[in-house]
């Protein structure tokens, strides 16, 4: 059973760019949350996705968003990057909303 | 707003010194309570989930349990591969209209360093 997969592993951007980051879930999975995780600090959450509609939001802007697609795969994309947005961003996938989360390795943004 | 202390946040230990690790919690409509452990540049890996106080869960070394209020992750006798980070977050309820709303806070962690 494969788990959860991230790309790119690492990422360097410039200040104003945009990115996207993908995720492929577990297999079986149909809930998909994203996370940033800042040096030293806990995942905090940004969204989260559920049969490719949004299922609630973390207090992060709306340049911060995201899809889901039908095989259960996701994106997350920030606009405007901002040097703040340099963190670890950790998707998870779940069976449902509410059962544990399984998380991917990460991808490391860097924005200069 | 859901919050989450984890205490202490760094715990040296020689190997096979046995402590616990504290997680206090506020949250509106607990879902459940989970655990995860992370190593260096690797995203957290689920080890427990407890959904009611006086709930206990057991794998290998580790021992999570819960009250009201908060969570103890007990290790005993840890050797150096328990070295990492452990990470404690609540489910809590967003409220926001329409579906199952719930969402994960965590705490900031325990660094925890066995010497051999």
């Known amino acids: 059973e494969t788990g959860v997969t991230q790309s790119p592993t690492h990422l360097i951007k410039t200040r104003g760019q945009q990115v996207t980051l993908r995720c492929s879930s577990q297999s079986g999975h149909n809930t998909v949350s994203w996370y940033q995780q800042a040096l030293g600090q806990g995942p905090q959450f940004i969204f989260q996705y559920y049969r490719e509609e949004e299922n609630g939001r973390g207090n992060f802007p709306p340049r911060f968003s995201g899809l889901q697609f039908p095989n259960y795969s996701s994106e997350l994309n920030v606009n405007a990057l901002e040097l703040d947005d340099s963190a670890l961003y950790l998707c998870?996938?779940?069976?449902?909303?509410?059962?544990?989360?399984?998380f991917g390795p990460g991808t490391r943004l860097t924005v200069t | 707003e859901d919050q989450v202390t984890q205490s202490p946040e760094a715990l040296r230990l020689q190997e096979g010194e046995s402590s616990s690790l504290n997680c206090s919690y506020t949250?509106?409509?607990?879902?459940?309570l989970f655990w995860y452990r992370q190593d260096p540049g690797k995203g957290p890996e689920f080890l427990f989930t407890?959904?009611?106080a006086g709930e206990e869960k057991e794998k290998e070394r580790l021992k999570a349990t819960l009250t009201k209020k908060e969570s103890f992750l007990h290790i005993t006798a840890p050797k150096p591969e328990d070295s990492a980070t452990y990470l404690c977050?609540?489910?809590?309820?967003?409220?926001?209209?329409?579906?199952?709303?719930?969402?994960?806070?965590f705490g900031k962690g325990t660094l925890l360093t066995v010497n051999p």
């Open positions: 998870a996938s779940s069976l449902d909303r509410t059962y544990e989360q399984y």
């Open positions: 977050a609540v489910q809590g309820y967003m409220g926001n209209s329409g579906g199952s709303n719930y969402k994960l806070t």
């Open positions: 407890l959904y009611s």
């Open positions: 949250v509106s409509g607990l879902r459940g």
